[in-house]
C-alpha cells in the first residue's frame, strides 16, 4: 500500500491564483480530511469527508473548497490563493469511528508560499 | 469546544535521560480520545501513542508512556531513555468519540543533546 499520499510537495503561486492539491489514499478509508499547520498553531482543521459525496467544514475553511467524487481521492481547491494561506498542507484517512480503528494516517505534506 | 494547550514550547534532555511534555485539554465529552504525534523534520507526523478515556491504565508503547489524569484533564507523554532520534515536534491532539476530527495543541519542540 502507498498510504496517503499528496501532490505537489512544494508550490509557489501568485496571489490571485488558483491551485488543487491532491490527496489520495489507498486503504479504503471512509474519512478523509485536509489540515494546514502553521508556525506556533499546531495543525488546524480545513475541510472533511466522512464518504464519498459528503463533506463538511473544519475550523478554518475560508478559502478553500473541496469534493469527494471517489473513497480514494479528496483534493482542495484554492480558488484565489492570498499569502495568509502560506502554509503546510496535510491531508489523512482513517476508518469511520464505528470501525473502532482510531489511527488517522497522514500525507507527507505540501508546502504552500503564496507571494 | 474542546481545546487542547500545550505549555512548553521547547524542551530540552540530555540522551540517555527521562523527559515528560504535558498536555492539558478542555472537553465535556465523556467519550473521547487522546493521541500524542511526533513531526521529526522530515515533516511527517507519526503517531506515537494513544489513549482511549475509558481506559483507567496509562497507556504504554516501549520508551513511551503517558500519564493520564481524567478528573484534572491532563494528558503528559514522558520518553524515557531519550535517543537522538526523538528530537522532533511533538504534538498532543484530541479527539471525540463520535467523530474522527482531530484537535492539536501547539507543539513541543524537544532536543535531544549527546
Known amino acids: 500500500n502507498a498510504g496517503v499520499t499528496q501532490t505537489p510537495k512544494f508550490q509557489v503561486l501568485k496571489t490571485g491564483q488558483s491551485m488543487t492539491l491532491q490527496c489520495a489514499q489507498d486503504?479504503?478509508?471512509?474519512?478523509m480530511s485536509w489540515y494546514r499547520q502553521d508556525p506556533g498553531m499546531g495543525l488546524r482543521l480545513i475541510h472533511y469527508?466522512?464518504?464519498?459525496?459528503?463533506?463538511d467544514q473544519g475550523e478554518v475553511p475560508n478559502g478553500y473548497n473541496v469534493s469527494r467524487s471517489t473513497t480514494e481521492d479528496f483534493p482542495l481547491r484554492l480558488l484565489s490563493a492570498a499569502p495568509s494561506q502560506t502554509s503546510v498542507y496535510f491531508c489523512?484517512?482513517?476508518?469511520?469511528?464505528?470501525?473502532?480503528?482510531?489511527?488517522?494516517?497522514f500525507g507527507p505534506g505540501t508546502r504552500l508560499t503564496v507571494t | 469546544a474542546q481545546t487542547v494547550t500545550q505549555s512548553q514550547p521547547e524542551m530540552s534532555v540530555q540522551e540517555a535521560e527521562t523527559v515528560t511534555l504535558s498536555c492539558t485539554y478542555d472537553?465535556?465529552?465523556?467519550?473521547?480520545?487522546l493521541f500524542w504525534y511526533k513531526q521529526p523534520p522530515s515533516r511527517q507526523m507519526i503517531l506515537v501513542i494513544r489513549?482511549?478515556?475509558?481506559?483507567?491504565q496509562n497507556a504504554t508503547e516501549n520508551r513511551f508512556s503517558v500519564n493520564f489524569q481524567k478528573a484534572a484533564k491532563s494528558f503528559s507523554l514522558k520518553i524515557s531513555d531519550s535517543q537522538l532520534g526523538d528530537a522532533a515536534m511533538y504534538f498532543c491532539?484530541?479527539?471525540?468519540?463520535?467523530?474522527?476530527?482531530?484537535?492539536f495543541g501547539t507543539g513541543t519542540l524537544l532536543a535531544v543533546q549527546p
Open positions: 489513549q482511549e478515556a475509558y481506559k483507567q
Open positions: 489523512a484517512s482513517s476508518y469511520s469511528p464505528s470501525a473502532g480503528i482510531y489511527e488517522q494516517y
Open positions: 472537553t465535556s465529552e465523556s467519550d473521547y480520545y
Open positions: 491532539a484530541y479527539r471525540g468519540g463520535a467523530t474522527n476530527k482531530l484537535i
Open positions: 469527508s466522512v464518504g464519498a459525496g459528503i463533506t
Open positions: 486503504m479504503n478509508h471512509e474519512y
